[in-house]
């Protein structure tokens, strides 16, 4: 499983796909609000690695101080699904860099408090402090170090994360799906995910819907889609929406709807339709990989 903080996987600060992530980005999110980040990367691998230390912490115990103990090798196996390459250990460092560094503005939200707020930004931190071994290769006495030493690490995360996780203001991810999942199908899936308590019922038994208003580019680039031409980018959502549905029973459908029969302007949504219970592939052998919301 998977454990983020809901403002955290709401942001628009995730940057998926091939092309090259910028360490400065501002974006409008999906109610008209902006977010940005600066300082740090954070795209895919990021976001994974926010999660899996989320679900680590809560493994953990869950601690007031907000610390969270691993080893590279159980986050490199559990990241990339094999026997973890020094290729793959970097990127993991780099990626705890990065979250160590970013400086994240919500909209909408008093970290002190917790609350909603509409009228305030908050600026903040994902990771508080990292604590990590000498890589491999450098100097250093063998005996002080320890024999592993080099491959255990701890991060802290910072409080308002823990007090937000702690008040279940958090998003539990599925984590075999989260990692066959990428680029707009995986933004598109996570907000989702964090959108879960904003379905509504259906006159069909058993379902529930969610439209998204899709009014300009800011809404497609909150998704992660970046193309300035309307059109293409409503055929990339909705073949994230179809890779999304293929992945995770919990969907039935989710689809880009016309919802303006006149000429011009034309309108559109996001449509999202879900099972009220639905469970994973492998909930016979893993109880506790059902999905929230059943």
């Known amino acids: 499983m998977g454990r983020v903080e809901r403002s955290l996987a ?20 999906l109610a008209g609000a902006i977010a940005a980040v600066e300082r740090g990367k954070l795209g895919e691998l990021e976001f994974d690695v926010l999660a899996w230390l989320g679900q680590q912490w809560w493994a953990q115990g869950a601690s ?22 020094g290729t793959h250990r970097k990127l993991a460092r780099e990626a705890i ?5 970013a400086v994240v503005t919500l909209s909408g939200v008093d970290v002190h408090s917790g609350k909603l707020t509409p009228s305030l930004f908050s600026d903040v931190h994902i990771l508080r402090s990292v604590v990590r071994g000498r890589p491999r290769g450098e100097s250093g ?13 701890e991060v802290r995360l910072e409080d308002w994360i823990v007090a937000q996780l702690l008040g279940d203001v958090s998003v539990v991810l599925d984590w075999q799906i989260q990692r066959e ?16 308590e904003d379905f509504d ?30 059109r293409n980018a409503r055929l990339r959502l909705a073949r994230a929406g179809a890779r999304v549905t293929e992945a995770d029973p919990r969907f039935v459908r989710i689809t880009v709807e016309r919802i303006d ?14 099972r009220l ?3 994973t592939v492998n909930d016979a052998q893993s109880p506790q990989l059902q999905l929230r919301g059943t």
Do not use: C, M
């Open 10 to 29: 709401l942001a628009p600060v995730w940057q998926v796909g091939h092309s090259a992530q910028r360490e400065r980005l501002e974006r409008v999110d």
């Open 64 to 85: 007031a101080d907000g610390v969270v103990r691993f080893t590279w090798y159980g986050l490199g196996r559990d990241l990339f699904g094999a026997e973890p390459s």
């Open 97 to 101: 860099g990065n979250l160590r560094g």
């Open 141 to 153: 006495d063998a005996v002080v170090d320890g024999g592993q030493r080099e491959d255990t690490a």
């Open 181 to 196: 999942l990428t680029g707009v199908a995986k933004r598109l899936w996570s907000y989702l995910a964090a959108r879960e």
């Open 201 to 230: 019922a259906t006159s069909w038994p058993g379902e529930r819907r969610l439209d998204v208003r899709l009014d300009d580019n800011a809404a497609f680039e909150a998704l992660g889609i970046t193309t300035k031409q309307p």
């Open 261 to 274: 029969e006149r000429p011009r302007p034309a309108r559109y949504e996001l449509r999202a339709v879900r």
């Open 277 to 279: 219970d639905a469970v």
